[in-house]
């Protein structure tokens, strides 16, 4: 349980930057640098980074939705369950081959799944179509059709 808590939040650490670059700001991203210096070019942003790498503030904004940051559950946890699939896709090869394994809890865990044990069944049983182009990105869209469709999954899962 210690190590799928101490995945998440590596993996929200991770994604932060991602999220931030996406929202309606400049290259700096929210936080009291984007209220302060708003002008969108290079050197400006320069200064707007640095003024929230230096006070941190930009951590603070994201998790309280101040200093004009936005939360968006939804959009976060789809970057921390691709972040998750790029860095251990070999790994959940392995184990959805085996239909268990530590990282493919934590995958479970990510896609919102309360029970990983037929989540790992499942994906043992679409091994072959789950990993067919052996690509991050197509496995995780497929693991997402997958959840969203099965009915054993719908049941247990959150996504």
């Known amino acids: 349980m210690k190590r799928i808590l101490a995945v998440s939040l590596f993996l929200a650490l991770v994604a932060s930057p991602l999220y931030v670059a996406s929202a309606k700001h400049g290259a700096a991203g929210c936080g009291l640098g984007a ?85 790992g069944k499942i994906g043992k049983e679409k091994f072959g179509s789950l990993f067919d182009q052996n690509t991050p990105d197509s496995f995780l869209e497929k693991m997402r059709f997958e959840v969203a469709n099965n009915s054993a999954l719908v049941g247990s899962c959150k996504i």
């Open 35 to 119: 209220l302060v210096i708003t002008e969108n070019k290079k050197v400006h942003q320069v200064i707007a980074a640095t003024v929230n790498g230096t006070l941190g503030n930009q951590t603070f904004g994201i998790s309280t939705g101040t200093l004009g940051c936005e939360t968006s559950g939804f959009t976060q946890k789809q970057v921390e369950q691709q972040i998750f699939v790029h860095m251990n896709f070999q790994s959940l090869e392995q184990e959805f081959a085996k239909g268990s394994g530590e990282k493919m809890e934590a995958f479970a865990s990510l896609m919102g799944c309360s029970d990983a044990g037929t989540f």
